[in-house]
C-alpha cells in the first residue's frame, strides 16, 4: 500500500495527506494516475535552474512601487490612531529600521476577558501609561526648603484609581535619593543629597514625566469590537511588558516591529511579521504582488538569525563580490578596505560580469560545456 | 495703537486703524496718492502694510459702493464717445488698482448681477478673470479647468504667421504656418488682438469616429487629400551664424573656403556649395554635414606654430555645417558687422514641411494628438451630402476628459461655415447651443450635428450617425522630422569609447539599468553581452602580473609593464570601460591583478 506514494516522494507532505484524503474508495490504478498528474504538476511548478528570481522580485516590487501613494496613513478603528501605511511603511519594513515611525500592538485577549467589555475597559486602563504631571496640578519649588511641591489632583486619581502612597512608593522606587513624603494631597520631593538649583530643575522636568502606573510607552489605548471579541490597539510596541498583562492572549497578540518580534518569539515570527506586514500594506494601495516575492525577501533579510535590511549596511554587504559591493552605493569604501585586504573576486554573479561584458551566469549564460580533455590536447590549443 | 508698514519697514503706528485705512484709500482716490500704491490691512494681526514697490502685479477694477457700481452707463457712453480717458476715471477713483495684498480686503463681483452690500469691487469683464490665451478657447465655460490650462500651453505652442516680417529676422527654431485662417468659432479676445492679422491654425472639417485603430490613444487620422491641398504644411527656418573673430596676436579667422593644407579639412564634395567668398549661394539645396559657411581659425596655442613651417597647415577648420539630420534650401544670407567690429555671416535655411505621420497636432481644448495614419481622399468616409473630413478624431478622448468646449466647438464651426459668419464663444457669453440647434436644423441637418456616414472603401453605411463638424485645428511645433533618430554605428567618446549622446551628435539611444535588468530577468545572458558590446576590447594580459601587456604589432611581440619581455600573454575580450576602472584604480595606487584562468 505505501509502495505507491513512495513512488512520487516528490510530492510534498501536506499535498500527500490531501491527496489520500481525497482519494479514498478509489481503485489503486486510478489513484496512480492522480499522483502521477499531480507529481507532473508539482515538478512544472518548481522554478527552472537559473531563474533570476532575485531580479524578478525586485521588478514585481518595482513596477507597482511606481503607483504607491507616497504616504498613507490607515485608521485602525478609530481616527485618532493612525498608522502609516504606503511606500513609506514599505521601505522602513526593508530597511530593517530599528523602530517603525508609527508602533502599534494588537492585544488578543484570552477567554473569559475578551467579550466582556468591563473588563476589557480594565485592561485597558491598566495599560495605558499615567505620568506624574497627568494626576497633578502644579509643580513649585520650595527654595527655603530646597524641595519640590506636587498638588496631585485627587480627583484625577480617583478615576484612576491610583492611591497617594501607591504615587510616593512607585516614585521612591524609580527614581532613587528622593525623599518622598506625601501632606495631604501635596507631594514634599527633596533630593537627599543637596544640589544645585539647575540641578533641582531638571529634576522638576523629570518628575513631570515618571510613571506611575500601566506599561512603558503607551500614549493611546484604544478597544475596538471585532467579530464578538474584543480587541485592544495601542501605540507602542512594547511588547514584553503587554505580555505580562493579565487577560493578554500571549499566543495571538502581535506588534508590527519585527525586531521585537525576533527577540521575544524568535527569527522565524520576525520573519511571518515582515510578510504580514509588507501584504498588508500592498492590499491597502490596491496593488497585487504574489506572496512568494515577499516570502523570497523575508527569508533574505532573516536567514542569517538576525533581522537585515536590504540597504548597504544589510544584506548587501555581505555579497562576496568586491566590484558587486562596490556597484551598489559607497564605491570608494569597498574598493579602498579590498584593496587593503587584497581581496579576490572571482566573478561568480550578475553584476560583475555585466561589468566586465561577459555572460552572466543566469538563464542561458549558466549552462557551461563539460568535457574532459587530454591534457596535451589543452597545452597544444595554449600555444 | 497699531503697527504701520511701509514697503516691509516699520514707520509709526495709528489709533484708528479702520480711519486710518479709509483716509489713506480716499487720498488715492483723489489722486492725492500714486495710484499704484497700495494698503493692506491685515485682521488677523491688526497691522497695515503699505507698498509702492516696484514689481508687484497690480489688477484693474471697478469700485462699487453701496452694491452699486460707480461705472455708470453714463460713464460707458461718455468713454464710447471719447469724451472722457482711461486714466481720468482712474483719477476720478472709479477705476481703481488692487496688488495681491489689497485684494484680501477686497470683495470682487464677477459681474453687476452679483453685487451685494458686502462687495467693494468688479470686475470690468468677466472676462477679465482668464488669462489672455485662456480667453481666446471657444466655450471654454463648458471645459473642465485641467483641460482649458492644457490648451493654453498648446496654443503657445502652435505654428502660425508669427510675425510679418519673418523674413527679414533671424529667429531660431521658427516655422511659418501656410495658409493661416481665421477661426470659425471666435471670441471677444480675437477681436481684440488682431487674430485676423496673424492666426495660428486651419479650419477643418472633422468626424468623430473610429478608423481601423489608427486613431487609437490620441491618434489621428488625416486626409492625405487635405494635406495634398494644402492643409497643415509649414517652413522651418533654421539660422546659422559665424563671426570672424580676432585673436591676440594679430592673429584672425578667415571667412573663406579652407585651403587643403588645413588641419582637419573635410573633403572637396562637403565644400562643393561655397563660392568664392566661402559661403554657399542662396537657393543652396543643402544636406546634413554639408559646410554652409567655410571658415578656418589659427591654432589654438601659439606653441603649435613652431612645430610646423608652412603657415597655412597650423590653421584649424572651424566651418559651419547644416545640422546632423536636417535638410533645406538656403533662404536668406545676411553678411555685417558686430558691435566689436568683427565680421558676422548669417545663413537661414528653410525647410518646407508637409504634414506626415507623427506630426504633433491639437484643437484649442487641450486635445492633442499625432498623425496615426494619412487616409488617401478616396478612401475617407463621407456624409449623404458627399463631405469628406480632413481629419477623424476618436471618440474615446471625450468622455474621460469631459471636454464639452471642444464638442460645442464642432457644432458652432458648423453653424458658421453654413451660415458664413464667425460664432462669437466668448467664455460666459457664448452663442447659446440651442440657437445653434435650432439653426443646424434650420440648414436641413440634425440638430444633433451627427450625419449619416459611408464607408468610404466598401461604399457601406455606417449603422450610426456620425457626429460631424467643423474645427479649428492648430498644428504644433514638434513634428517627426525634428525627432526621428536611429543609429546602427557612429561617433563614440573618447574617454570610455562608448556610444556619444544626443540625436544632434548622432549619439547611440541607450539600453539602460532597467533595460539590463530585463534582459538578466529573462535569463538572456548572452543578448545582453552583445548589446553591452558596443566599447568591447581585446586587451592583452601578462600571466605573471595580472596588467595589461603593451603589444607591439610590427614585431608581434608583449612586453608586460612589470616583467617585461618573455612573459606569457594571453588575449582576453572584456569591455573599455572596465579596462577604464582598472586604470583609475592604477592611478589610486592600488594593484588590480587579473587573474586569468581557462574557461574550458
Given at each position: 500500500?505505501?509502495?505507491?506514494?513512495?513512488?512520487?516522494?516528490?510530492?510534498?507532505?501536506?499535498?500527500?495527506?490531501?491527496?489520500?484524503?481525497?482519494?479514498?474508495?478509489?481503485?489503486?490504478?486510478?489513484?496512480?494516475?492522480?499522483?502521477?498528474?499531480?507529481?507532473?504538476?508539482?515538478?512544472?511548478?518548481?522554478?527552472?535552474?537559473?531563474?533570476?528570481?532575485?531580479?524578478?522580485?525586485?521588478?514585481?516590487?518595482?513596477?507597482?512601487?511606481?503607483?504607491?501613494?507616497?504616504?498613507?496613513?490607515?485608521?485602525?478603528?478609530?481616527?485618532?490612531?493612525?498608522?502609516?501605511?504606503?511606500?513609506?511603511?514599505?521601505?522602513?519594513?526593508?530597511?530593517?529600521?530599528?523602530?517603525?515611525?508609527?508602533?502599534?500592538?494588537?492585544?488578543?485577549?484570552?477567554?473569559?476577558?475578551?467579550?466582556?467589555?468591563?473588563?476589557?475597559?480594565?485592561?485597558?486602563?491598566?495599560?495605558?501609561?499615567?505620568?506624574?504631571?497627568?494626576?497633578?496640578?502644579?509643580?513649585?519649588?520650595?527654595?527655603?526648603?530646597?524641595?519640590?511641591?506636587?498638588?496631585?489632583?485627587?480627583?484625577?486619581?480617583?478615576?484612576?484609581?491610583?492611591?497617594?502612597?501607591?504615587?510616593?512608593?512607585?516614585?521612591?522606587?524609580?527614581?532613587?535619593?528622593?525623599?518622598?513624603?506625601?501632606?495631604?494631597?501635596?507631594?514634599?520631593?527633596?533630593?537627599?543629597?543637596?544640589?544645585?538649583?539647575?540641578?533641582?530643575?531638571?529634576?522638576?522636568?523629570?518628575?513631570?514625566?515618571?510613571?506611575?502606573?500601566?506599561?512603558?510607552?503607551?500614549?493611546?489605548?484604544?478597544?475596538?469590537?471585532?467579530?464578538?471579541?474584543?480587541?485592544?490597539?495601542?501605540?507602542?510596541?512594547?511588547?514584553?511588558?503587554?505580555?505580562?498583562?493579565?487577560?493578554?492572549?500571549?499566543?495571538?497578540?502581535?506588534?508590527?516591529?519585527?525586531?521585537?518580534?525576533?527577540?521575544?518569539?524568535?527569527?522565524?515570527?520576525?520573519?511571518?511579521?515582515?510578510?504580514?506586514?509588507?501584504?498588508?500594506?500592498?492590499?491597502?494601495?490596491?496593488?497585487?504582488?504574489?506572496?512568494?516575492?515577499?516570502?523570497?525577501?523575508?527569508?533574505?533579510?532573516?536567514?542569517?538569525?538576525?533581522?537585515?535590511?536590504?540597504?548597504?549596511?544589510?544584506?548587501?554587504?555581505?555579497?562576496?563580490?568586491?566590484?558587486?559591493?562596490?556597484?551598489?552605493?559607497?564605491?570608494?569604501?569597498?574598493?579602498?578596505?579590498?584593496?587593503?585586504?587584497?581581496?579576490?573576486?572571482?566573478?561568480?554573479?550578475?553584476?560583475?560580469?555585466?561589468?566586465?561584458n561577459?555572460?552572466?551566469?543566469?538563464?542561458?549564460?549558466?549552462?557551461?560545456?563539460?568535457?574532459?580533455?587530454?591534457?596535451?590536447?589543452?597545452?597544444?590549443?595554449?600555444? | 495703537?497699531?503697527?504701520?508698514?511701509?514697503?516691509?519697514?516699520?514707520?509709526?503706528?495709528?489709533?484708528?486703524?479702520?480711519?486710518?485705512?479709509?483716509?489713506?484709500?480716499?487720498?488715492?482716490?483723489?489722486?492725492?496718492?500714486?495710484?499704484?500704491?497700495?494698503?493692506?490691512?491685515?485682521?488677523?494681526?491688526?497691522?497695515?502694510?503699505?507698498?509702492?514697490?516696484?514689481?508687484?502685479?497690480?489688477?484693474?477694477?471697478?469700485?462699487?459702493?453701496?452694491?452699486?457700481?460707480?461705472?455708470?452707463?453714463?460713464?460707458?457712453?461718455?468713454?464710447?464717445?471719447?469724451?472722457?480717458?482711461?486714466?481720468?476715471?482712474?483719477?476720478?477713483?472709479?477705476?481703481?488698482?488692487?496688488?495681491?495684498?489689497?485684494?484680501?480686503?477686497?470683495?470682487?463681483?464677477?459681474?453687476?448681477?452679483?453685487?451685494?452690500?458686502?462687495?467693494?469691487?468688479?470686475?470690468?469683464?468677466?472676462?477679465?478673470?482668464?488669462?489672455?490665451?485662456?480667453?481666446?478657447?471657444?466655450?471654454?465655460?463648458?471645459?473642465?479647468?485641467?483641460?482649458?490650462?492644457?490648451?493654453?500651453?498648446?496654443?503657445k505652442q502652435s505654428l502660425g504667421l508669427y510675425s510679418?516680417n519673418f523674413h527679414s529676422r533671424m529667429d531660431t527654431d521658427v516655422s511659418i504656418l501656410h495658409?493661416?485662417?481665421?477661426?470659425?468659432?471666435?471670441?471677444?479676445?480675437?477681436?481684440?488682438?488682431?487674430?485676423?492679422?496673424?492666426?495660428?491654425?486651419?479650419?477643418?472639417?472633422?468626424?468623430?469616429?473610429?478608423?481601423?485603430?489608427?486613431?487609437?490613444?490620441?491618434?489621428?487620422?488625416v486626409?492625405k487629400?487635405?494635406v495634398q491641398?494644402g492643409?497643415a504644411r509649414s517652413t522651418f527656418f533654421r539660422p546659422y551664424l559665424t563671426e570672424e573673430m580676432r585673436y591676440s596676436g594679430?592673429l584672425v579667422d578667415e571667412i573663406s573656403i579652407p585651403d587643403k593644407e588645413v588641419k582637419g579639412y573635410k573633403s572637396e564634395t562637403d565644400y562643393r556649395l561655397l563660392e568664392d567668398d566661402g559661403i554657399v549661394y542662396t537657393g543652396a539645396k543643402v544636406n546634413q554635414e554639408d559646410v554652409i559657411i567655410g571658415k578656418t581659425s589659427p591654432p589654438r596655442f601659439l606653441g603649435e606654430l613652431?612645430e610646423f613651417s608652412v603657415a597655412a597647415s597650423t590653421r584649424r577648420e572651424t566651418s559651419t555645417t547644416v545640422k546632423y539630420g536636417e535638410n533645406g534650401i538656403v533662404d536668406t544670407i545676411i553678411i555685417t558687422e558686430n558691435e566689436d567690429g568683427n565680421k558676422i555671416v548669417q545663413v537661414k535655411m528653410r525647410d518646407n514641411r508637409i504634414a506626415e505621420i507623427g506630426d504633433k497636432f491639437?484643437?484649442?481644448?487641450?486635445?492633442?494628438?499625432v498623425i496615426g495614419?494619412l487616409?488617401?481622399?478616396?478612401?475617407?468616409?463621407?456624409?449623404?451630402?458627399?463631405?469628406?473630413?480632413?481629419?477623424?478624431?476618436?471618440?474615446?478622448?471625450?468622455?474621460?476628459?469631459?471636454?464639452?468646449?471642444?464638442?460645442?466647438?464642432?457644432?458652432?464651426?458648423?453653424?458658421?461655415?453654413?451660415?458664413?459668419?464667425?460664432?462669437?464663444?466668448?467664455?460666459?457669453?457664448?452663442?447659446?447651443?440651442?440657437?445653434?440647434?435650432?439653426?443646424?436644423?434650420?440648414?436641413?441637418?440634425?440638430?444633433?450635428?451627427?450625419?449619416?456616414?459611408?464607408?468610404?472603401?466598401?461604399?457601406?453605411?455606417?449603422?450610426?450617425?456620425?457626429?460631424?463638424?467643423?474645427?479649428?485645428?492648430?498644428k504644433l511645433e514638434h513634428m517627426v522630422a525634428n525627432k526621428l533618430h536611429a543609429r546602427a554605428y557612429g561617433r563614440i567618446q573618447l574617454l570610455t569609447r562608448q556610444p556619444v549622446e544626443g540625436r544632434g551628435k548622432g549619439g547611440g539611444l541607450r539600453l539602460g539599468?532597467?533595460e539590463?535588468?530585463?534582459?538578466?530577468?529573462?535569463?538572456?545572458?548572452?543578448?545582453?553581452?552583445e548589446r553591452f558590446d558596443s566599447d568591447r576590447t581585446v586587451?592583452?594580459?601578462?600571466?605573471?602580473?595580472?596588467?595589461?601587456?603593451?603589444?607591439?604589432?610590427?614585431?608581434?611581440?608583449?612586453?608586460?609593464?612589470?616583467?617585461?619581455?618573455?612573459?606569457?600573454?594571453?588575449?582576453?575580450?572584456?569591455s573599455y570601460a572596465?579596462k577604464l576602472?582598472?586604470?583609475?584604480?592604477?592611478?589610486?595606487?592600488?594593484?588590480?591583478?587579473?587573474?586569468?584562468?581557462?574557461?574550458?
Amino acid at each position: 500500500m505505501s509502495s505507491i506514494y513512495e513512488e512520487f516522494s516528490n510530492i510534498p507532505e501536506s499535498s500527500m495527506n490531501e491527496i489520500k484524503e481525497l482519494t479514498k474508495g478509489m481503485d489503486q490504478s486510478s489513484r496512480k494516475k492522480v499522483l502521477k498528474r499531480v507529481s507532473e504538476e508539482y515538478e512544472k511548478a518548481k522554478i527552472n535552474p537559473g531563474e533570476a528570481i532575485g531580479i524578478i522580485t525586485a521588478e514585481s516590487f518595482g513596477e507597482p512601487g511606481t503607483q504607491m501613494i507616497l504616504r498613507v496613513f490607515h485608521f485602525a478603528g478609530v481616527a485618532e490612531m493612525s498608522l502609516t501605511l504606503g511606500l513609506t511603511r514599505l521601505i522602513e519594513l526593508f530597511d530593517a529600521r530599528k523602530s517603525p515611525s508609527t508602533p502599534l500592538t494588537k492585544i488578543y485577549l484570552k477567554h473569559g476577558y475578551k467579550t466582556d467589555v468591563d473588563k476589557v475597559k480594565a485592561i485597558a486602563a491598566s495599560i495605558k501609561e499615567t505620568k506624574l504631571k497627568d494626576i497633578s496640578d502644579e509643580f513649585s519649588f520650595n527654595l527655603t526648603q530646597f524641595r519640590i511641591e506636587v498638588l496631585l489632583n485627587k480627583k484625577e486619581m480617583k478615576e484612576l484609581k491610583i492611591t497617594e502612597t501607591h504615587v510616593v512608593n512607585v516614585l521612591k522606587e524609580s527614581l532613587k535619593d528622593l525623599d518622598v513624603k506625601d501632606d495631604n494631597g501635596t507631594l514634599r520631593i527633596k533630593p537627599k543629597e543637596k544640589d544645585s538649583l539647575s540641578g533641582l530643575y531638571k529634576l522638576k522636568e523629570k518628575l513631570k514625566y515618571a510613571a506611575i502606573k500601566g506599561v512603558k510607552g503607551v500614549e493611546q489605548v484604544t478597544p475596538v469590537k471585532q467579530e464578538n471579541e474584543y480587541i485592544i490597539y495601542c501605540t507602542t510596541d512594547n511588547l514584553k511588558d503587554i505580555f505580562k498583562v493579565e487577560g493578554v492572549d500571549e499566543t495571538k497578540t502581535t506588534t508590527n516591529n519585527p525586531f521585537v518580534i525576533a527577540d521575544l518569539l524568535g527569527i522565524e515570527a520576525a520573519r511571518k511579521i515582515i510578510i504580514d506586514e509588507a501584504v498588508e500594506v500592498i492590499k491597502n494601495q490596491g496593488l497585487d504582488i504574489d506572496i512568494r516575492h515577499i516570502m523570497f525577501l523575508a527569508d533574505v533579510m532573516t536567514n542569517t538569525g538576525v533581522i537585515k535590511g536590504i540597504t548597504r549596511t544589510g544584506i548587501t554587504s555581505e555579497k562576496e563580490s568586491v566590484l558587486a559591493r562596490a556597484s551598489f552605493e559607497t564605491p570608494i569604501k569597498h574598493i579602498v578596505n579590498a584593496s587593503l585586504i587584497g581581496e579576490v573576486d572571482n566573478l561568480n554573479s550578475v553584476i560583475e560580469n555585466v561589468m566586465l561584458n561577459q555572460p552572466v551566469p543566469l538563464g542561458t549564460g549558466l549552462p557551461d560545456l563539460v568535457a574532459t580533455m587530454k591534457e596535451d590536447a589543452v597545452k597544444g590549443k595554449k600555444k | 495703537m497699531f503697527d504701520v508698514y511701509l514697503n516691509e519697514k516699520f514707520v509709526g503706528n495709528v489709533e484708528n486703524i479702520d480711519g486710518f485705512v479709509k483716509d489713506v484709500k480716499e487720498k488715492r482716490r483723489t489722486s492725492k496718492f500714486h495710484p499704484d500704491m497700495s494698503i493692506y490691512h491685515n485682521e488677523e494681526f491688526n497691522e497695515v502694510y503699505i507698498n509702492t514697490t516696484k514689481g508687484r502685479s497690480i489688477r484693474l477694477l471697478v469700485r462699487v459702493e453701496d452694491g452699486k457700481s460707480l461705472m455708470t452707463k453714463e460713464c460707458v457712453d461718455k468713454l464710447v464717445n471719447n469724451e472722457i480717458t482711461w486714466d481720468s476715471l482712474i483719477k476720478e477713483g472709479i477705476l481703481e488698482y488692487l496688488d495681491a495684498s489689497e485684494e484680501e480686503n477686497a470683495l470682487v463681483a464677477l459681474d453687476e448681477n452679483e453685487l451685494t452690500k458686502d462687495h467693494t469691487h468688479m470686475e470690468i469683464s468677466s472676462i477679465a478673470i482668464l488669462g489672455l490665451l485662456l480667453s481666446l478657447i471657444p466655450y471654454s465655460n463648458y471645459g473642465s479647468s485641467s483641460r482649458l490650462i492644457r490648451g493654453n500651453k498648446i496654443q503657445k505652442q502652435s505654428l502660425g504667421l508669427y510675425s510679418s516680417n519673418f523674413h527679414s529676422r533671424m529667429d531660431t527654431d521658427v516655422s511659418i504656418l501656410h495658409y493661416p485662417q481665421r477661426p470659425l468659432v471666435k471670441s471677444f479676445m480675437h477681436d481684440v488682438l488682431n487674430y485676423d492679422k496673424h492666426p495660428a491654425g486651419q479650419n477643418v472639417v472633422i468626424a468623430i469616429m473610429s478608423y481601423k485603430g489608427y486613431n487609437m490613444e490620441d491618434a489621428i487620422v488625416v486626409n492625405k487629400g487635405s494635406v495634398q491641398r494644402g492643409f497643415a504644411r509649414s517652413t522651418f527656418f533654421r539660422p546659422y551664424l559665424t563671426e570672424e573673430m580676432r585673436y591676440s596676436g594679430g592673429l584672425v579667422d578667415e571667412i573663406s573656403i579652407p585651403d587643403k593644407e588645413v588641419k582637419g579639412y573635410k573633403s572637396e564634395t562637403d565644400y562643393r556649395l561655397l563660392e568664392d567668398d566661402g559661403i554657399v549661394y542662396t537657393g543652396a539645396k543643402v544636406n546634413q554635414e554639408d559646410v554652409i559657411i567655410g571658415k578656418t581659425s589659427p591654432p589654438r596655442f601659439l606653441g603649435e606654430l613652431e612645430e610646423f613651417s608652412v603657415a597655412a597647415s597650423t590653421r584649424r577648420e572651424t566651418s559651419t555645417t547644416v545640422k546632423y539630420g536636417e535638410n533645406g534650401i538656403v533662404d536668406t544670407i545676411i553678411i555685417t558687422e558686430n558691435e566689436d567690429g568683427n565680421k558676422i555671416v548669417q545663413v537661414k535655411m528653410r525647410d518646407n514641411r508637409i504634414a506626415e505621420i507623427g506630426d504633433k497636432f491639437a484643437s484649442r481644448h487641450g486635445q492633442k494628438g499625432v498623425i496615426g495614419m494619412l487616409v488617401p481622399h478616396e478612401d475617407m468616409p463621407f456624409t449623404a451630402s458627399g463631405i469628406t473630413p480632413d481629419l477623424i478624431f476618436s471618440p474615446h478622448g471625450i468622455p474621460s476628459r469631459m471636454t464639452i468646449s471642444h464638442l460645442l466647438e464642432a457644432l458652432a464651426g458648423k453653424v458658421s461655415a453654413l451660415k458664413g459668419l464667425q460664432v462669437d464663444s466668448t467664455t460666459f457669453d457664448v452663442y447659446p447651443e440651442e440657437k445653434l440647434r435650432d439653426e443646424l436644423e434650420k440648414f436641413g441637418f440634425k440638430d444633433n450635428g451627427t450625419e449619416i456616414m459611408y464607408n468610404g472603401i466598401t461604399g457601406e453605411r455606417y449603422e450610426v450617425r456620425i457626429f460631424v463638424g467643423n474645427m479649428y485645428y492648430l498644428k504644433l511645433e514638434h513634428m517627426v522630422a525634428n525627432k526621428l533618430h536611429a543609429r546602427a554605428y557612429g561617433r563614440i567618446q573618447l574617454l570610455t569609447r562608448q556610444p556619444v549622446e544626443g540625436r544632434g551628435k548622432g549619439g547611440g539611444l541607450r539600453l539602460g539599468e532597467m533595460e539590463k535588468d530585463c534582459f538578466i530577468a529573462h535569463g538572456a545572458s548572452l543578448l545582453l553581452k552583445e548589446r553591452f558590446d558596443s566599447d568591447r576590447t581585446v586587451l592583452p594580459i601578462s600571466e605573471k602580473s595580472g596588467l595589461v601587456a603593451i603589444h607591439d604589432i610590427r614585431k608581434n611581440k608583449s612586453t608586460c609593464p612589470l616583467y617585461g619581455e618573455n612573459v606569457e600573454v594571453n588575449n582576453v575580450e572584456i569591455s573599455y570601460a572596465f579596462k577604464l576602472l582598472l586604470d583609475e584604480l592604477k592611478a589610486l595606487c592600488i594593484y588590480p591583478k587579473l587573474e586569468l584562468k581557462s574557461k574550458y
